[in-house]
């Protein structure tokens, strides 16, 4: 897990509908990098890492007992 460039950024948001400039995807990078960095330590050991997707599938998954 690597922290997102402002490049990357970019063509995420294009896609999910919300277009984004230079300058307000250096400032996402910025803002979400800390997190990247801060559990890169750990990353892979976690039942779902920091991708969003996985979250949501995580938390539709039904809890058999």
Known sequence: MT???PKEIKPIAQV???PVD???ATRISNAI???FEGFAAIA???P???EP???VLAQMQKVSK
Request: proline residues 10%.
């Open 22 to 24: 230079d300058e307000i």
């Open 33 to 35: 990098g800390p997190a």
């Open 16 to 18: 999910s509908g919300i």
């Open 53 to 55: 997707a996985g979250y």
């Open 44 to 46: 892979g050991t976690l």
């Open 3 to 5: 922290r997102p460039t």
């Open 48 to 50: 779902f890492d920091l």
